[in-house]
Every structure is written in structure tokens, then in C-alpha cells.
């Protein structure tokens, strides 16, 4: 069955450190992967897609088929990355989504 | 484009209570999802539309029952409200017929069962 795992509930980060938010899933598919983001008192939003191969807010992720991980990665933290991160994967037919249990990022000044 | 929006924002049952949420969405997207949002469990999928005139069970179905109205509007059904049901519900919507679109998630419902 396909699954996505975030390890990490909770990552606690200096503001300009390096931040790496770990992604894991199972398909036997092609997996289409996103990374979606919850600032406080915001609705849930996308921050970026697999397919895009796209930098947002300084944010990258690669699909790495391989070792089935879609890490969210970023050099140097900024507070303003304080929020919730979710991984999502698209499988079956498109309308079937599967998201992480999130990883809570704490940027401290 | 107001997206997609949620009624109401908050909301306090007794136990053995019903309500609806109501959801609707102004993109023209065809498929249509209701999740709930629990510490720790994250965003579990309740059920789904694929398109206007559809259904299907999602991972967490049991307790609840939906219509989806016409393509705007998707609503989610709590006949005989329980305490494990507290939680924030949340609709959203996506284009659906492409696996890289993304969801669109409207602000959300946070839902007291006493």
C-alpha cells in the first residue's frame, strides 16, 4: 500500500542554518510528490512539486526514485520558515492523495 | 477568486448531534476532497469526488456521509457526532485530471464533539 513517512515531528533549527525535512514513501508507480506548507493561522498551500524541479522561498526537493525520498532542503533557514510541512504523494487515477503526518519546523533567532 | 471556502469556521456539537459542512469552490476544478487534521496523525482523507455526480470512501469514511451538490459545492455529513470526531476538517479541490496538480485547501473547520 503506498505510504508517505515524515520521521520528524518536530525540527528545531537556528535561523541561518542548513534545514533538510525528510520525506519518505512507498508506490509501487510513478509517484507525482509535493511538499505542501501550513503557516500559523493559514490554510495549507503548495510550496512545490516534484515535476516542476523548482526552487520556492529558497526550498528544494528532489525525487530520488531510489531511495523512494522526496528530502525538502534549504541552506539557510529563515524565521519565517516557522511552519508545518507536509509531504503529499498523488498515486491511482490522480484524485488519490496520501500525505505525511507533517514535521512542526522551528527556526529560533 | 474567493478559492475555496468553508462554513462555518468553528462549531461545538453535544454528542449524537448532526451537522453539515459546507464547502464550495469557485476554480472550476473537477474533483473535490474532505480531510481531517489530527496532532500527530496529520491530514487523513475522509472521502473524495472525483468529478460532479461522484463519490468514494477515502481512508477514514466511517461516521461520515457526503454529497457532492453539483461542481461547486461538496458537503460533508456528521449524523451522530462523537468525541473522536473532534477535529479540523478541512475541503479542498484540484483540477483532477492530471496527477502534478496540486490541491487547493480552504481555511478549515475546527469541530468540538462534547
Known amino acids: 500500500a503506498q505510504r508517505v513517512t515524515q520521521p520528524e515531528k518536530l525540527l528545531s533549527v537556528f535561523k541561518g542554518a542548513p534545514v533538510e525535512l525528510k520525506c519518505n514513501y512507498s508506490?509501487?508507480?510513478?509517484?507525482?510528490l509535493f511538499w505542501y506548507v501550513q503557516y500559523s493561522r493559514q490554510r495549507l498551500q503548495l510550496l512545490l512539486r516534484h515535476i516542476s524541479r523548482e526552487s520556492i522561498k529558497g526550498f528544494t526537493a528532489d525525487l530520488n526514485k531510489g531511495e523512494t525520498s522526496f528530502h525538502l532542503k534549504k541552506p539557510f533557514a529563515q524565521e519565517e520558515d516557522s511552519a508545518m510541512y507536509y509531504c503529499a504523494l498523488n498515486w491511482g487515477g490522480y484524485q488519490k492523495v496520501t500525505f505525511g503526518t507533517g514535521t512542526k519546523l522551528q527556526v529560533i533567532p | 477568486n474567493a478559492g475555496v471556502t468553508q462554513t462555518p469556521k468553528f462549531q461545538v456539537l453535544k454528542t449524537g448531534q448532526s451537522m453539515t459542512l459546507q464547502c464550495a469552490q469557485d476554480m472550476n476544478h473537477n474533483s473535490m476532497y474532505w480531510y481531517r487534521q489530527d496532532p500527530g496523525m496529520g491530514l487523513r482523507l475522509i472521502y473524495y469526488?472525483?468529478?460532479?455526480?461522484?463519490?468514494d470512501k477515502g481512508e477514514v469514511p466511517n461516521g461520515y456521509n457526503v454529497s457532492r451538490l453539483n461542481k461547486r459545492e461538496f458537503s460533508l455529513r456528521l449524523e451522530s457526532a462523537a468525541p473522536s470526531q473532534t477535529s479540523v476538517y478541512f475541503c479542498?479541490?484540484?483540477?483532477?485530471?492530471?496527477?502534478?496538480?496540486?490541491?487547493?485547501f480552504g481555511p478549515g473547520t475546527r469541530l468540538t464533539v462534547t
Open positions: 479542498a479541490s484540484s483540477r483532477g485530471d492530471s496527477p502534478s496538480y496540486e490541491q487547493y
Open positions: 469526488s472525483a468529478s460532479e455526480g461522484t463519490t
Open positions: 508506490y509501487s508507480g510513478s509517484p507525482e
